[in-house]
Nanobody, 126 residues
Framework: QVQLVESGGGEAQPGGSLRLSCAAS????????MSWARQAPGKELEWVAG????????FYMDSVKGRFTISRDNAKNMLYLSMNNLEPEDTSRYYC???????????????????RGQGTQVTVSS
């Protein structure tokens, strides 16, 4: 079965950095676009960043452009999100998501994904 296991979350100060990882299994990782999404309590899901299965095309939400970098290693079935210059507004639970539909635009539609992990909490505060 499909499994997505996130790690790397934690606490950081404003201006700090964190790197999230997602270990994927149960499907042919290299055939699917992948994304990071986040959701804070009481708020809607936000699509943070996405990466194409093979050509490496990436998309980002406006507020993280220039600060976050999504990457993948298809040989290791791993997805990453490097987060720099963190802001308190980045505080949220971050989810690794497998995209069943890949669009050449951002953000995706809510149900363009079919699986997501349990998430990892990122808290940015001084």
């Amino acid at each position: 079965q499909v499994q997505l296991v996130e790690s790397g979350g934690g606490e950081a100060q404003p201006g700090g950095s964190l790197r999230l990882s997602c270990a994927a299994s149960g499907f042919t990782f290299g055939l699917y676009g992948m994304s990071w999404a986040r959701q804070a309590p009481g708020k809607e899901l936000e699509w943070v960043a996405g990466i194409h299965a093979e050509n490496g095309d990436t998309f980002y939400m406006d507020s993280v452009k220039g600060r976050f970098t999504i990457s993948r290693d298809n040989a290791k079935n791993m997805l990453y999100l490097s987060m720099n210059n963190l802001e308190p507004e980045d505080t949220s639970r971050y989810y690794c998501t497998k995209m069943r539909i890949w669009r050449s635009s951002w953000p995706p539609h809510l149900y363009d994904y079919d699986y997501r992990g349990q998430g990892t909490q990122v808290t940015v505060s001084s």
